[in-house]
């Protein structure tokens, strides 16, 4: 049976994603948070495609902090940039905008993602 916390973030999820949508122009860019590692990917709501993605566990990380986190969000801009993609839509996916969430975000932005 799920927490009361799950429960909470699939409650908030299904708020967002009623809300926000991603395009091939404007993709959308979501997040996912474990207690081991922070996945970040590029998503083409239109046609289902994954257009870019980076984890924690690519850039061969050994601890998960904010500084990983800021990396992660540098290295998906990198590679949104050679796909083609300057513009997002941000997903955070029902977790709070804090933490490793926010640095995942603002690493991506000095990366030159627009959000």
Not at 5 to 15: A, N, S, Y
Not at 85 to 93: G, I, K, L, P
């Amino acid at each position: 049976m799920a927490t009361q916390k799950e429960l909470r973030r699939t409650r908030i999820k299904m708020g967002i994603r009623k809300r926000i949508t991603g395009t091939m122009q404007k993709p959308r860019l979501t997040v996912f948070r474990s207690n081991t590692a922070i996945y970040a990917q590029l998503i083409d709501d239109v046609t289902g495609k994954t257009l870019a993605s980076a984890s924690s566990s690519d850039i061969k990380a050994k601890n998960l902090n904010l500084a990983t986190a800021t990396s992660v969000g540098k290295t998906l801009a990198e590679k949104a940039k050679a796909a083609g993609v300057e513009t997002v839509v941000f997903d955070r996916n029902g977790y709070l905008y804090h933490g490793r969430i926010k640095a995942l975000a603002e690493g991506a932005r000095e990366g030159g993602l627009k959000f």
